[in-house]
């Protein structure tokens, strides 16, 4: 079991900045690749950007590519989101989501096994 407790969420104007921090207890934290998803009223939860448990690559959506910067502290067991460039339409809550690793192929859409409760952003225009 991996327990999972994000921070760092709050209100921020357009084109200000914030940063997601994301603390795993349970396992070893390099034992899980780790994920950040967000979910706005109305709509299905989305993938946000995913760092593998080495810390040696990452992946972002589209949408927030060259925006938001994922990365991983393993001797703290955190993953953080920096959020930079905010715009109204990245407002919605934060997942901190994690997954076993299970082979040595890296596939950060694979399915995420636990989740934290989730820390709201609200961006104002």
């Known amino acids: 079991q991996v327990q999972l407790v994000e921070s760092g969420g709050g209100l921020v104007q357009a084109g200000g900045s914030l940063k997601l921090s994301c603390v795993a207890n349970?396992?070893?934290?390099?034992?899980?690749?780790m994920a950040w998803f967000r979910q706005s009223p109305g709509k299905e939860r989305e993938f946000v950007a995913a760092?593998?448990?080495?810390?040696?690559?990452?992946v972002q959506a589209y949408s927030v590519k060259g925006r938001f910067t994922i990365s991983r502290d393993n001797a703290k067991n955190t993953v953080y989101l920096q959020m930079n460039s905010l715009k109204p339409e990245d407002t919605a809550v934060y997942y901190c989501?994690?997954?076993?690793?299970?082979?040595?192929?890296?596939?950060?859409?694979?399915?995420?096994?636990?989740w934290g409760q989730g820390t709201q952003v609200t961006v104002s225009s």
């Open positions: 349970g396992r070893t934290f390099t034992s899980v690749d």
């Open positions: 760092i593998p448990w080495s810390g040696d690559r990452n």
């Open positions: 989501a994690a997954k076993e690793v299970r082979s040595i192929s890296y596939d950060p859409y694979e399915r995420y096994e636990y």
